[in-house]
Nanobody, 115 residues
Framework: QVQLVESGGGLVQAGGSLRLSCAAS????????MGWYRQAPGKQRELVAT???????NYADSVKGRFIISRDNTKNTWYLQMNSMKLEDTAVYFC?????????WGQGTQVTVSS
């Protein structure tokens, strides 16, 4: 098992920036892949971005060019830098890690973008 603790959500104006963090209880190198998902009211949870322990990244089309996923292997932490935020980015954001090919989730953090 691996525990994930998120931080960094909040309220931001459209066009602004926020950074989310996810700290894991185990080494990033023990993970298969890490990432961020989000769930807006009335919608299904969707992939935002993923990163492998060695730094390969993947993004949803809706956030390409605006969001950046990164990791700090020394802190067992990965981040989601969200720039040029839009109203439609409002959601609960969940960090995720596949450990032994089993999904593990953070508790979720609310991100609200206001006009």
């Amino acid at each position: 098992q691996v525990q994930l603790v998120e931080s960094g959500g909040g309220l931001v104006q459209a066009g602004g920036s926020l950074r989310l963090s996810c700290a894991a209880s185990k080494s990033i190198y023990s993970m298969n892949v890490m990432g961020w998902y989000r769930q807006a009211p009335g919608k299904q949870r969707e992939l935002v971005a993923t990163i492998t322990p060695h730094g390969l990244t993947n993004y949803a089309d809706s956030v390409k060019g605006r969001f950046i996923i990164s990791r700090d292997n020394t802190k067992n932490t990965w981040y989601l830098q969200m720039n040029s935020m839009k109203l439609e980015d409002t959601a609960v954001y969940f960090c995720n890690a596949y450990y032994n090919f089993e999904p593990h989730w953070g508790q979720g953090t609310q991100v609200t973008v206001s006009s």
